[in-house]
């Protein structure tokens, strides 16, 4: 029984080290979330900080109608860089894991 304690102990230890090694890894880990087929992009890291705003410049021209476009392009592509950062985090979890699932409610820090 003891035997087993430690080993899970163990277990528990090695766990963390790679959480950490991988919450570290995401600091540096960029997405691109992409809108208008490539007209907006944004580069994001998967703990979610813009690092680059791309906007083509057709989509500049000063019409009154474009700026609403423009807003609506750049929100879809921040929601598709979150949504890359997000499934991205996720898989270097599960490889940080083992695949092993946390108990319910626990949540890793981010």
Do not use: W, Y
């Not at 790679?18 to 490539?38: C, F, H, K, M, Y």
């Not at 680059?52 to 860089?81: C, F, Q, R, T």
Request: hydrophobic residues 45%; negative net charge.
């Amino acid at each position: 029984m003891r035997g087993n304690l430690q080993g899970l102990l163990a277990q528990a230890q090695k766990m963390q080290k790679n959480v950490e090694r991988i919450q570290a890894e995401l600091g540096n880990l960029e997405v691109v979330g992409e809108s208008g087929a490539g007209l907006v992009k944004i580069t994001m890291t998967c703990k979610h900080e813009a690092r680059k705003v791309e906007i083509d410049a057709s989509l500049l021209s000063g019409e009154p109608d474009d700026k609403e476009m423009l807003e609506d392009l750049v929100a879809a592509a921040l929601n598709d860089a979150s949504h890359k950062a997000e499934a991205a985090a996720q898989a270097k979890m599960r490889e940080a894991t083992a695949g092993m699932p946390l108990p319910p409610g626990m949540k890793l820090p981010f």
